[in-house]
């Protein structure tokens, strides 16, 4: 007989970015970390199906799962900190929601009844919310609540939590609630009125939190606790502070240091193996070490905006840890170097990572930044769109074929070295038609790809409508750039790396969703490896090369 799970619903109150997604990620860490079995999903309240269409301005990250779901970014945290896959049930839109309801609707699956929020909309999110406990088999669902208490659009999502809270027993659901304590400067004092009103909100909504956790950016007293405590009507050692940190994984052991595992098993009356959080702590500890500095170019056009590459960041990170090495992360705009500019900011970097993205506005900037990591010998990693625009400036510069392109931003160029997958010819629709989730990939023996794996069939996770042009696979070889990781049928195009450099490799795939802070993804720990042989041997010199000022 299957066990029902708990359920733990995190909202979020006073502002939104509070936190949420870290704080969950991180109770699942330490959940996990006493032998539970956890599950996590993310209710958005947007009505788009999925963020897949959304722009990274609007959204950050898409994050894709093996399964091959677009989702929102907080997913690619839970996977981090719980190393657990994730699934397209741990991410629930309001969309999603509608259209089911809408479609269940046309085929008259409701005859006769006249379809409202409530009961329909909320039975069906209460339906995914059940779904992702029974298919997992967890012993713990954390579903965390997109927006802030007070939001209109998260009004039908907060109600099936409080009807859920009903339908299951009390002692089987934890409410928590994430607030935030703004800091007045003048009196030099942390206000809690914000968090008592966005309480109160959820109040009237008819859930009434189990536990509130306090971020700040100061450290939280215990006069501020016990306040919240009396006004929020919740127990003194429900009230967690977190304050803001540094480096994201030391949450998890701030959380353990609360003593909120212990509370939550009391409270859900569990029987669990005392937590074992020493890997946690032994990244921690290697990560404030002292270390020699690695600069590591990021080239892309979001780059005002961090969240766009979390997962790209995070990867460094995790890869640098290993190697005992702290990484400054510059950040490059594309569209500043296809005008021309900001130039010099690739001089005295140890390596280029070119990411994904979509649309030609600074392609051009990429494919410079290319030229500079081929030419001058300095590690490029690069990302899907970051393998294409290597092979479009191979094919320029070294090929000498005018004009080389992708036909995705430029339909009429003489040299589509990259083009539109066949099976992706006769779509038209824009959400969730790309080549998504997780693909095999075979290694050539003996490659960059093969040294970096030690294996020579992966698994990896794709979002991308076009590939590397077969029609040139040969010539492109014959000239040093060779396609060392192909799909079983050697159809598609996966890994390419160029001969003649210490290390230039882009794939077509997306490993930074693979890399976890313990288990660094085998190409970004290869990637780190040549950049900082690269700074040991070369050492930060200013380079001539034919892409001097007359390329710019």
Same mark, same amino acid.
């Given at each position: 007989?299957?066990?029902?799970?708990?359920?733990?619903?995190?909202?979020?109150?006073?502002?939104?970015?509070?936190?949420?997604?870290?704080?969950?990620?991180?109770?699942?860490?330490?959940?996990?970390?006493?032998? @539970?079995? /956890?599950?996590?999903?993310? $209710?958005?309240?947007?009505?788009?199906? !999925?963020?897949?269409?959304?722009? &990274?301005? %609007? *959204?950050?990250?898409?994050?894709?799962?093996?399964?091959?779901?677009?989702?929102?970014?907080?997913?690619?945290?839970?996977?981090?900190?719980?190393?657990?896959?994730?699934?397209?049930?741990?991410?629930?839109?309001?969309?999603?929601?509608?259209?089911?309801?809408?479609?269940?609707?046309?085929?008259?699956?409701?005859?006769?009844?006249?379809?409202?929020?409530?009961?329909?909309?909320?039975?069906?999110?209460?339906?995914?919310?059940?779904?992702?406990?029974?298919?997992?088999?967890?012993?713990?669902?954390?579903?965390?609540?997109?927006?802030?208490?007070?939001?209109?659009?998260?009004?039908?999502?907060?109600?099936?939590?409080?009807?859920?809270?009903?339908?299951?027993?009390?002692?089987?659901? @934890?409410? /928590?609630?994430?607030?935030? $304590?703004?800091?007045?400067?003048?009196? !030099?004092?942390?206000?809690?009125? &914000?968090? %008592? *009103?966005?309480?109160?909100?959820?109040?009237?909504?008819?859930?009434?939190?189990?536990?509130?956790?306090?971020?700040?950016?100061?450290?939280?007293?215990?006069?501020?606790?016990?306040?919240?405590?009396?006004?929020?009507?919740?127990?003194?050692?429900?009230?967690?502070?977190?304050?803001?940190?540094?480096?994201?994984?030391?949450?998890?052991?701030?959380?353990?240091?609360?003593?909120?595992?212990?509370?939550?098993?009391?409270?859900?009356?569990?029987?669990?193996?005392?937590?074992?959080?020493?890997?946690?702590?032994?990244?921690?500890?290697?990560?404030?070490?002292?270390?020699?500095?690695?600069?590591?170019?990021?080239?892309?056009?979001?780059?005002?905006?961090?969240?766009?590459?979390?997962?790209?960041?995070?990867?460094?990170?995790?890869?640098?840890?290993?190697?005992?090495? !702290?990484?400054?992360?510059?950040?490059?705009?594309?569209?500043?170097?296809?005008?021309?500019?900001?130039?010099?900011?690739?001089?005295?970097?140890?390596?280029?990572?070119?990411?994904?993205?979509?649309?030609?506005?600074?392609?051009?900037?990429?494919?410079?930044?290319?030229?500079?990591?081929?030419?001058?010998?300095?590690?490029?990693?690069?990302?899907?769109?970051?393998?294409?625009?290597?092979?479009?400036?191979?094919?320029?510069?070294?090929?000498?074929?005018?004009?080389?392109?992708?036909?995705?931003?430029?339909?009429?160029?003489?040299?589509?070295?990259?083009?539109?997958?066949?099976?992706?010819?006769?779509?038209?629709?824009?959400?969730?038609?790309?080549?998504?989730?997780?693909?095999?990939?075979?290694?050539?023996?003996?490659?960059?790809?093969?040294?970096?794996?030690?294996?020579?069939?992966?698994?990896?996770?794709?979002?991308?409508?076009?590939?590397?042009?077969?029609?040139?696979?040969?010539?492109?070889?014959?000239?040093?750039?060779?396609?060392?990781?192909?799909?079983?049928?050697?159809?598609?195009?996966?890994?390419?790396?160029?001969?003649?450099?210490?290390?230039?490799?882009?794939?077509?795939?997306?490993?930074?969703?693979?890399?976890?802070?313990?288990?660094?993804?085998?190409?970004?720990?290869?990637?780190?490896?040549?950049?900082?042989?690269?700074?040991?041997?070369?050492?930060?010199?200013?380079?001539?090369?034919?892409?001097?000022?007359?390329?710019?």
């Amino acid at each position: 007989m299957a066990v029902k799970p708990k359920y733990i619903f995190c909202t979020g109150g006073v502002v939104s970015s509070v936190g949420k997604g870290l704080t969950v990620a991180a109770i699942g860490r330490i959940l996990k970390a006493r032998g @539970l079995k /956890v599950a996590i999903q993310k $209710l958005d309240p947007y009505l788009n199906v !999925d963020p897949g269409t959304m722009s &990274p301005y %609007q *959204h950050g990250e898409v994050f894709v799962t093996a399964d091959g779901a677009e989702t929102d970014l907080d997913l690619g945290h839970y996977e981090r900190f719980t190393d657990e896959n994730v699934s397209r049930l741990s991410n629930v839109t309001a969309g999603q929601v509608y259209l089911t309801v809408i479609e269940k609707e046309r085929k008259g699956d409701y005859l006769g009844g006249t379809i409202q929020v409530v009961p329909h909309i909320t039975n069906e999110i209460k339906r995914c919310i059940k779904l992702l406990g029974q298919q997992t088999s967890a012993d713990v669902v954390l579903v965390e609540v997109g927006g802030t208490a007070g939001d209109i659009e998260s009004l039908p999502f907060l109600e099936a939590l409080r009807q859920l809270r009903t339908e299951l027993k009390r002692r089987d659901t @934890l409410s /928590v609630h994430v607030t935030f $304590l703004p800091h007045i400067g003048a009196t !030099d004092e942390l206000k809690t009125k &914000p968090t %008592q *009103h966005s309480v109160r909100e959820l109040r009237g909504i008819g859930i009434q939190p189990n536990v509130i956790i306090a971020r700040s950016d100061h450290p939280v007293t215990e006069d501020i606790m016990s306040k919240i405590a009396l006004f929020c009507d919740v127990d003194e050692d429900a009230v967690i502070p977190l304050e803001t940190v540094k480096n994201i994984y030391a949450v998890p052991l701030s959380i353990e240091e609360t003593g909120l595992g212990d509370f939550i098993l009391n409270h859900f009356r569990l029987d669990a193996d005392p937590p074992d959080l020493s890997e946690w702590q032994e990244i921690i500890s290697k990560r404030r070490e002292v270390r020699d500095r690695l600069r590591i170019g990021i080239v892309g056009k979001y780059v005002e905006l961090r969240d766009a590459y979390m997962s790209v960041k995070e990867s460094i990170a995790h890869a640098a840890i290993r190697q005992n090495q !702290d990484v400054e992360i510059r950040w490059i705009h594309s569209g500043e170097l296809e005008k021309g500019k900001r130039l010099d900011e690739l001089h005295g970097l140890d390596g280029i990572i070119v990411p994904s993205g979509f649309g030609y506005r600074g392609i051009e900037g990429k494919i410079k930044a290319a030229r500079y990591a081929r030419e001058n010998k300095v590690p490029y990693l690069g990302l899907c769109l970051g393998m294409q625009v290597m092979c479009i400036e191979f094919a320029r510069n070294v090929l000498q074929l005018e004009d080389a392109n992708s036909s995705e931003f430029d339909m009429s160029t003489p040299h589509p070295v990259i083009d539109l997958m066949a099976e992706q010819r006769a779509i038209t629709d824009m959400g969730g038609t790309m080549r998504l989730g997780e693909y095999p990939c075979i290694l050539q023996p003996r490659s960059l790809a093969a040294q970096a794996y030690q294996a020579d069939r992966i698994m990896e996770r794709h979002r991308h409508r076009f590939e590397f042009n077969n029609h040139y696979r040969e010539t492109f070889s014959a000239s040093g750039l060779s396609f060392s990781g192909l799909s079983p049928d050697r159809v598609l195009v996966e890994i390419a790396e160029l001969q003649d450099h210490p290390f230039m490799l882009g794939c077509q795939f997306h490993p930074e969703f693979l890399s976890r802070p313990n288990r660094p993804h085998p190409l970004f720990s290869a990637f780190i490896e040549a950049s900082t042989e690269y700074r040991d041997e070369i050492g930060r010199i200013s380079v001539e090369s034919a892409w001097g000022k007359d390329q710019a």
